[in-house]
């Protein structure tokens, strides 16, 4: 993770994770070596992220914030400007409040809180000249995973992003879980839609799929056809 931590990147990060253990390996890169973090540690880490990514939601879709939520939190933060000891941490960081695995961790979770704050605040300080975006690619899920760590939105939330896709629109698929919509956040930017080239192609299979229930199966005949 490069300097300063990236409140997108984090939450971008976190839609990878299937399970706890995926935390804990991607915070020993983080830091550089193994560590030892507590169930509540984590537990606090992600609710962090969580609401982070319903102030987000509620940013882009011009609500309120929460905040009072917001200001108290950051009430909490005991800052510290200059060179961290930690090499991961940005010059502006939250104190950890010892050198403790867990306190370390909740000093991310604060730092990332801060630079959120930051972005929001540029947000509605120019009317929304800068603006946060998720990215419009959909895809079908087949891996099971834990819940914790797969429903990253709220149902009611969720559900408000997914009717900006018009093909799930189109499909009632709306309240499916049949196909699910990327997580990615991103800044928004003229005409960027996708998070990856990547993920573009697969949304386009997937929409042609979807719009034509017949294109799949000419698609694989074209294909056997060209190697007969």
């Not at 704050?117 to 929304?128: M, R, Y």
């Not at 093909?167 to 919509?181: H, M, Y």
Request: with cysteine; aromatic share 10%; glycine share 4%.
């Amino acid at each position: 993770m490069t300097k300063p931590l990236n409140w997108i990147e984090i939450l971008n990060e976190q839609t990878t994770w299937k399970r706890s253990s995926d935390l804990a390996r991607w915070y020993c890169g983080l830091v550089g070596r193994q560590v030892q973090l507590t169930a509540q540690s984590i537990e606090e880490f992600v609710a962090m992220l969580t609401y982070i990514r319903e102030q987000a939601t509620a940013l882009h879709f011009r609500e309120r914030l929460d905040l009072e939520g917001i200001d108290r939190r950051l009430s909490c933060v005991s800052l510290s400007f200059g060179a961290a000891e930690h090499a991961c941490l940005p010059v502006l960081h939250a104190r950890p409040g010892s050198e403790g695995d867990d306190d370390l961790l909740k000093a991310f979770a604060e730092t990332i809180l801060l630079r959120f704050t930051e972005f929001a605040g540029d947000c509605l300080d120019s009317n929304f000249a800068v603006d946060i975006g998720r990215c419009e690619g959909i895809y079908r899920e087949n891996a099971p995973a834990d819940p914790e760590y797969v429903n990253l939105f709220a149902p009611h939330s969720e559900s408000r992003w997914r009717k900006e896709i018009p093909i799930l629109v189109q499909a009632g698929l709306e309240e499916s879980e049949e196909v699910q919509r990327c997580c990615d956040f991103f800044v928004m930017r003229p005409k960027a839609r996708f998070c990856s080239e990547e993920c573009r192609f697969r949304t386009f299979q997937l929409t042609k799929q979807l719009s034509d229930p017949g294109y799949l199966a000419a698609k694989q005949k074209r294909y056997r056809e060209r190697h007969k």
